[in-house]
């Protein structure tokens, strides 16, 4: 029995999951160390099952409840479900859960174990860049939203970058995106969110407070005055749109329209107008490309 835990140990620490065990009857769970590692966090001697359900993200909890409950009642050979977890930091992670329930010959579940692996690679980030994705700049945006937030987002898109990306080749292509990123890495704040969006587009989320949204973008328009070379020939980047918004104020105008909680769903919209010099304190501005709009439900 030993040697079989002790291989069944090696072969989890391998696997770089963590491990939960859950006892029904004693109403306890207990966390393997490399669970808590994941979200960086110190579990209580005698941590009950909702120490676990209060890290779990609001909008997730239902889900994961949902997956227990199914499987202990037989509906479901095992537990397997997706949630959001708070790490220390304050973020989220997106983590896959597994379990089995362990049942006596009356089939009553006395124990119920698993593993939690951290997909959050996997769902928020976007592969070829390395840069959060569309999933991920939503779920921000929906979480700031909901703390009635005064975080600032900014849409930037450079105008027929689509079509010089056409006109390149393969080595060239990479080149410019990978030039791309990295003038916009060097030009915004460190702790600044930056995610790489579908048609060539990148999203931008300033934490309320933190940073000033407008030197900030800035920067980012003075990163793309000077010429790149690409395959040989110099480069001169073409214009730079950018829409903005102040989260906490339309989030108010939304509200007061509204009876009922709702949850926002972000929409890209193609527009053309002019963005102004002076920085809106509660209005949508955006350059030719895109305009920033949220729809009830």
Request: with cysteine.
């Amino acid at each position: 029995m030993r040697e079989r835990t002790a291989k069944l140990n090696l072969i989890l620490e391998g696997s770089n999951d963590g491990v939960w065990v859950w006892y029904l009857d004693e109403d306890r769970v207990e966390f393997s160390r490399r669970w808590l590692e994941m979200i960086d966090c110190a579990v209580p001697e005698d941590a009950c099952p909702e120490f676990w359900f209060d890290l779990v993200h609001p909008r997730d909890l239902v889900r994961l409840r949902t997956a227990i409950a199914a499987h202990l009642d037989g509906l479901e050979p095992f537990v397997n479900v997706e949630f959001r977890i708070r790490h220390a930091n304050g973020t989220y992670r997106w983590m896959l859960c597994r379990g089995l329930a362990n049942r006596d010959p009356q089939g009553l579940v006395h124990l119920l174990a698993g593993t939690q692996s951290d997909v959050t690679a996997l769902r928020c980030v976007d592969t070829a860049s390395g840069l959060p994705n569309e999933r991920s700049f939503r779920e921000t945006i929906e979480d700031l939203i909901a703390q009635e937030s005064g975080a600032v987002v900014a849409l930037l898109a450079f105008n027929r970058l689509g079509d010089l990306v056409e006109a390149l080749d393969s080595q060239g292509v990479e080149q410019l995106r990978s030039e791309t990123r990295q003038r916009l890495l060097r030009a915004l704040p460190v702790r600044t969110m930056l995610a790489q969006l579908p048609g060539n587009q990148f999203g931008v989320v300033f934490a309320p407070g933190e940073h000033n949204p407008e030197a900030a973008l800035r920067a980012v328009c003075r990163a793309f005055d000077q010429p790149t070379r690409l395959g040989g020939a110099m480069f001169h980047w073409l214009g730079l749109s950018i829409g903005v918004m102040d989260l906490g104020a339309h989030r108010v105008a939304g509200a007061a329209g509204s009876s009922r909680s709702s949850s926002p769903s972000l929409r890209l919209v193609p527009v053309n107008c002019v963005v102004s010099r002076r920085w809106p304190a509660c209005a949508t501005r955006t350059a030719s490309g895109y305009r920033l709009a949220y729809s009830y439900r």
